[in-house]
Each structure stands twice: as C-alpha cells, then as structure tokens.
C-alpha cells in the first residue's frame, strides 16, 4: 500500500453524534430532524430500526421522509455491521442507529454472546474476548469508518445503583448521572454526544471543538435548524451558529433581510428574542407574547412572526404531543 500526503480539511472529519436518554425523552424524533437538517430536503436518511417499528412513528412528519432497515431477533454485531452496509450500499446521506442498545444488552448481542460462553463452560478473559472483537470490528469501527456524512447513534440510558458510604456505613443509591446502555467506552468514540431530558432539550456532555457550542447548543432542543448548522460547520463554514429559522422555512436564514430589522435594530433584536423563547414553549405561549406587543412591535415582528416563530411553535407542539 502507498501513502500520500493531503492537506487536511475539516470537511471529512464526519460528525459521529451520541444521543441517550430515559424513554419518552425524545431521541428519535431528535434523531431525524437533525438527520434532515443536516441533509437537506432531498437527501437520504437511512434509520436501522431495532424496536419493533417505533422508530416509524414519525413518518408523516419528517419533510421528505427516511428509510427503514429493520433488525429483529438477532441483535448480533454482525447484523449491525451488515445493516450499516445495506446502508452504504443505497447511498444513505445520514445514518441513524435506533437504538443501538440492542446490540449490547438484547438478544444475540455482546451480553448475550458472553453469556453463552459462559454457558459453555469457557472461563476467564475468553468469555469476553470474542463478544468485544465482534463490537469493535463489526460495530464500532462500522461506525467510525463508514462513508455517510452523518452517524447518530441512539441509545437507551439509566441512572444506575452505585455503592457509597454514607455515615461510615456502605449503602446502595442511584447515580445522579444517566449512564448510556451500552460499551463502557463508546462514548469516547463520539464526536460529539448528549443526554436529552423530558422536556427533549440537550444536554451536550462532550464538545470535541468549541465552536461546536453553537451549533448544538446546550439545554436546548434539538431542531431541523441544528442540522443545517452542523452542515453549515461540516462544509468548513466559519460561522456555524443556528439562526432561529424555522424547520419549516424556506426564505433567507439571515435575520437583517426581515422587514423591520434594519429600521429598528435594537428593538427588533430583542423582540426576535422574547418571541424565539415563547416558540420553544409551545403556540399557546407565543400568542400570549405576540397580543402583549404594542401595535408597533408587531408590524416589526409580523415577517418573524409568520417566517419562523410560530412554525417553531408548531414543532414543539407536535413534539408535546407525539411524546406525551
């Protein structure tokens, strides 16, 4: 094999995204508007589904709709590798792994591959050797090699018991932090990962560059435009932080072309604010906010409004509802 020299380029480093989570926090619908985001309207989302069709609930209302490989039974490393191939091999643009808990803890996975060496009666090291051979060939390195632009991998996650001394006396209590059902280690292997809460807002528990604050920002939810951003960051632009464009907007990201943010500046700022932060509570919240404006403040914000506030309204609607 002969080796050259290339410049780098940001461009292939390819964003490898950790979402976990308790149930009903959130990680799929997250999953694949992120997904989208980051494609495009017309790009391919490819979801190796695992749980029994749940990750299908969304079909109707994710623009331009994604792809289902489905896994069932047979939780092995092998059938993980060989989904992310069929993957590959359709020209998948994103890639979701839902959830990838499975391959660790369910059936024919890692566990279970261990726990039938022991049945076997083979002892020591070699109960796991095997099993974790198969995860990093089959699975990890799948993971981190594969071609598609994006990877998000979703897994279930708890808050398990530790053991701590409290009084001089030792004593079982559950962990404050909410641990990922799988490998010990893969949460190394991210780019970049988060635990999302009930109310479905990330909570970033690695960066692995700093201008990536922006991009995916902590303790907020997770929308169509945070996918564009993280495209926008990817393709090695400079300034990758989301703009609070609706996921269903199709004019200019850039705040100054809305009528009225170049007459009132200041103020258009600040409005722009207090409505984005009313959106994310739902439509009901941003009604309240919109009739307590003055007559002045709503012809400046009408363009905002109708462009980008109350489609994001919408969104956390629809996420209220589907999760709750």
């Avoid at 091999?89 to 279970?112: N, R």
């Avoid at 007559?295 to 980008?308: C, G, S, V």
Wanted: proline share 6%; net charge neutral; charged share 25%.
């Amino acid at each position: 094999m002969t080796f050259t020299l290339r410049p780098a380029r940001r461009s292939e480093a390819k964003p490898l995204i950790g979402l976990y989570s308790e149930s009903g926090a959130g990680k799929t619908f997250s999953a694949l508007l992120l997904a989208r985001g980051f494609v495009g309207p017309t790009g391919k989302i490819a979801m190796v589904e695992t749980e029994s069709g749940r990750g299908e609930a969304y079909a109707d209302l994710i623009p331009g709709g994604y792809e289902i490989i489905s896994i069932r039974g047979d939780f092995s490393p092998k059938n993980f590798g060989d989904a992310i191939t069929a993957a590959e091999e359709a020209k998948a643009d994103a890639l979701i792994i839902d959830s990838a808990s499975h391959e660790w803890s369910a059936a024919g996975g890692v566990l279970s591959m261990a726990a039938d060496n022991q049945a076997k009666g083979i002892k020591g090291v070699l109960v796991w050797q095997q099993p974790k051979m198969q995860h990093q060939r089959n699975f990890m390195l799948r993971l981190l090699t594969t071609p598609i632009r994006l990877v998000i991998v979703c897994m279930r996650a708890k808050y398990p018991m530790i053991e701590v001394t409290k009084d001089g006396r030792k004593e079982w209590v559950r962990s404050p932090t909410l641990e990922p059902d799988q490998a010990a280690d893969i949460l190394f292997e991210m780019f970049l990962h988060a635990w999302l809460d009930q109310d479905h807002h990330a909570h970033v528990t690695k960066y692995s560059r700093d201008d990536l604050r922006a991009v995916i920002q902590d303790n907020k939810p997770i929308t169509l435009e945070t996918g564009r951003a993280l495209a926008a960051w990817a393709g090695g632009s400079s300034r990758p932080a989301p703009s609070t464009t609706s996921a269903t907007d199709q004019g200019s990201a850039d705040q100054p072309s809305l009528p009225g943010a170049a007459a009132e500046p200041e103020d258009f700022k600040r409005l722009d604010h207090m409505l984005a932060e009313a959106a994310e509570r739902g439509s009901a919240v941003l009604a309240t906010a919109w009739k307590n404006l003055t007559p002045k403040e709503q012809r400046i914000m009408d363009a905002a409004l109708r462009r980008r506030h109350k489609p994001r309204a919408i969104e956390v609607d629809n996420i209220a509802a589907l999760t709750g």
